[in-house]
């Protein structure tokens, strides 16, 4: 069963989530408070694929408990709920390691397919895992490892998040290839994915922070003006 984890404390769009989500084969707990979501996860041992999360939560805000899940678990998949008017709040909770965010209001067919959208990445990751996919891709100082979804750098292990592993194994196939924006988000996100593609840009700069001697002058992944990124070695 695909387990999923819902914080959202206004009741009719908790319960709107739950019912949909249910239709389309997931197992929910849902919850109204981020106090509550973390004692829920606690509580399962973190043994969830995914979590939803609505960013104003009474007490522990959606963007602390998203903090907190990655802090706890770098392959659960995480959804940020926002208001069109929580633009900064977008980019934090991507900062923090979400994977996703969706803006209210939104339609069913946006919830699942976004959800499901995040659930195959999941999933496939977890297939490569459970499988012994023992493949790695070596440049330089870096070693991609494709089973344990693992990026290394002189030998100190650097943790992914899911979007994070996808956009550097995308990179490390293609080396010296620039990349669109629009390449990586349907590479990473899907074909049909609606959000914006400034999601690109604040993984990029997450995955910078974490790969590069200076993020501010980045050596290996590149911005080429106008036309987007590429990896060089």
């Known amino acids: 069963m695909k387990r999923l984890l819902i914080a959202e404390d206004e009741t009719a769009i908790r319960e709107f989530e739950v019912i949909n989500l249910k239709r389309a084969g997931y197992e929910v707990i849902d919850t109204d408070s981020g106090e509550k979501a973390l004692e829920i996860f606690e509580r399962y041992n973190g043994d969830f694929d995914l979590a939803v999360l609505d960013i104003m939560l009474p007490g522990i805000d959606g963007l602390s408990v ?43 067919s946006e919830l699942v397919a976004r959800v499901d959208a995040l659930y195959r990445r999941v999933a496939m990751n977890l297939m490569r895992t459970e499988n012994n996919f023992k493949e790695e891709i070596k440049f330089g100082e870096f070693i991609l490892n494709l089973k344990n979804r693992a990026l290394k750098k002189r030998g100190k292990v650097i943790e992914l998040t899911q979007v994070e592993f996808q956009i550097m194994e995308y990179f490390f196939s293609n080396p010296g290839v620039v990349l669109s924006r629009t390449q990586v988000l349907k590479h990473v996100w899907g074909e049909n994915y609606e959000g914006e593609e400034k999601i690109v840009d604040v993984n990029i700069r997450r995955l910078r922070m974490k790969i590069e001697d200076n993020p501010s002058m980045p050596q290996h992944i590149v911005t080429v003006w106008g036309m987007g990124y590429k990896w060089e070695n």
């Open 66 to 108: 998203c903090k907190k899940l990655r802090e706890s678990s770098d392959t659960i998949g995480i959804i940020l709920l926002t208001a069109k008017s929580q633009e900064i709040d977008k980019v934090s909770g991507l900062m923090y390691g979400a994977d996703d965010y969706i803006t209210k209001p939104f339609s069913p």
